[in-house]
Nanobody, 124 residues
């Protein structure tokens, strides 16, 4: 399984951005895809997840409202739309896949396959 994250860049506060995570390899079911981010000097944190069918989106408590996760099953690509970007959103954003799924949170320890990350930098 390979994951390729893309779509990051340098944007201004208030802009919107859509990150993409292209998934290749096994075409099975019963998995989750999550987005995580790691800001400079901080630990990696969970942003959102979705299951293999594109259902059951789940967000971290403080990511509600500005972040939207979705999946295009035909393209096997998961998206993370971020609106009203803030400088504190600056981070490397990673997508990952867990070989399990849940209606809610899937622990980070379950994510086995990781993409290389895409840098998002928000200027004030």
């Amino acid at each position: 399984v390979q994951l390729q994250a893309s779509g990051g860049g340098l944007v201004q506060a208030g802009d919107s951005l859509r990150l993409s995570c292209a998934i290749s390899g096994r075409t099975d079911t019963g998995y989750s895809v999550g987005w995580f981010r790691q800001a400079p000097g901080k630990e990696r944190e969970f942003v959102a997840s979705i299951n293999w069918s594109g259902r059951s989106p789940y967000y971290a408590d403080d990511m509600q409202g500005r972040f939207t996760i979705s999946k295009d099953n035909a393209k096997n690509t998961v998206y993370l739309q971020v609106t009203r970007l803030k400088p504190e959103d600056t981070a490397v954003y990673y997508c990952a896949r867990a070989d399990t799924y849940a209606m809610g949170y899937v622990p980070e320890s379950e994510y086995r396959y990781w993409g290389q990350g895409t840098q998002v930098t928000v200027s004030s």
